[in-house]
């Protein structure tokens, strides 16, 4: 087996490029955003990269390349299972609706009127969300009728940026007073007021769909579980923002077998299994029974903050400790068992 890697630093890559080395597996260096990566990868077997929602070109071609080298029988990571639905909430409420999943009422409207009709029969708080987005960006409280109808018009109308200046600001803001940002961090933050990044200049707006989640109170934290290869799984409780409703982004986080719910863990594998994804992380809260509910999945995560889990489940639910976690070392031998199979 031979693995074409396109790197990118501080991504999934580093560690693949290293378990290939310590491993003795053959691979090379490629250039996704080249003409003619499909050439460069001819002599290979597998090709790996880990595409990012915030890079425009990612954004733009990273699905299409990743299933066309599918197509011609090349072992892909991501494959078609594992990132169609990735950074696309409305994409991932079809597909957990589709498997029965445990998940939090959603609507999706693609014109006004009926965006508009729906309202004057819902109750409030709403949250509503883009397509894409990650660290809860794009994600705000709507708690009124009032507010949700001027959401709906803008979502008809001019439509919303994927990047939010003023949101990205308080970001860094808010993780400099927590201690995990620096100044300079706030700085850039400001510098974003007046200089666009480049994804934020060459994407459209999102417009003409607008999508809701029934709002669930009283969650102070939410459960992230990952699950790798369909048999092993990890994770983290993640706590909310102070003042705030959403977890995902806050950096505050504590780990330990004892503070995930197992039913988690063991939905996360029914769900992984049920779509076949190489990759996936499970987001979950709690209904007003304590009972878990999925807010959205994404197949990508930052690696480094789940390096101090303190081990992981094998699909039938029994704990291992410790020393045997590698993450991007489990991506690896998984493409390679495909082979085998």
């Known amino acids: 087996m031979k693995v074409a890697i396109h790197h990118v630093p501080h991504t999934f890559s580093e560690r693949w490029i290293n378990y290939c080395k310590e491993n ?26 880990h595409h990012h929602h915030g890079d425009y070109r990612d954004a733009l071609f990273a699905k299409q390349l990743l299933y066309s080298l599918q197509v011609i029988g090349k072992k892909v990571f991501p494959d078609f299972n594992t990132s169609w639905h990735f950074d696309d909430k409305v994409g991932q409420k079809y597909l957990l609706e589709s498997i029965g999943a445990p998940i939090i009422p959603s609507y999706v409207f693609y014109t006004r009127k009926e965006a508009l009709d729906w309202v004057k029969t819902t109750n ?29 018009n ?61 709002f669930i109170p009283n969650n102070k934290f939410d459960i992230r579980i990952i699950v790798i290869g369909g048999n092993k799984a990890f994770g983290m409780k993640r706590f909310v923002r102070k003042n ?67 081990g992981y489940w094998s699909d039938d639910l029994q704990w291992h400790e410790g020393s045997q976690f590698d993450i991007e070392g489990w991506m690896i031998e998984n493409l390679k068992a495909t082979f085998a199979s």
């Not at 719910?261 to 499970?282: G, M, N, P, W």
Request: a positive charge.
């Open 124 to 152: 409030f708080p709403k949250v509503f969300k883009l397509r894409g987005g990650a660290g809860a960006a794009n994600v705000r409280l709507i708690k009124t009728e009032s507010q949700a109808k001027r959401i709906i």
């Open 154 to 214: 803008k979502a008809f109308g001019s439509g919303f940026s994927q990047f939010n200046r003023w949101v990205y600001l308080q970001e860094r803001f808010n993780k400099w007073r927590l201690g995990k940002d620096s100044l300079i961090g706030v700085c850039k933050g400001i510098g974003r007021l007046f200089i666009l990044t480049d994804f934020a200049k060459m994407h459209a707006p999102e417009k003409g769909y607008v999508y809701f989640q029934d």
């Open 244 to 310: 705030d409703f959403r977890a995902s982004g806050s950096g505050n986080f504590v780990y330990g077998k004892q503070e995930l719910d197992e039913r988690c863990v063991a939905i996360s594998f029914d769900l992984a299994k049920k779509i076949k994804s190489q990759s996936i992380a499970f987001d979950f809260i709690f209904d007003v029974n304590q009972n878990p509910l999925v807010v959205e999945v994404s197949y990508g995560f930052s690696i480094n903050a789940y390096r101090k889990c303190e």
């Open 24 to 49: 003795n597996i053959p691979y090379k260096l490629v250039n996704a955003y080249d003409s003619d990566i499909i050439e460069q990868v001819k002599d290979c077997d597998v090709f790996m990269w």
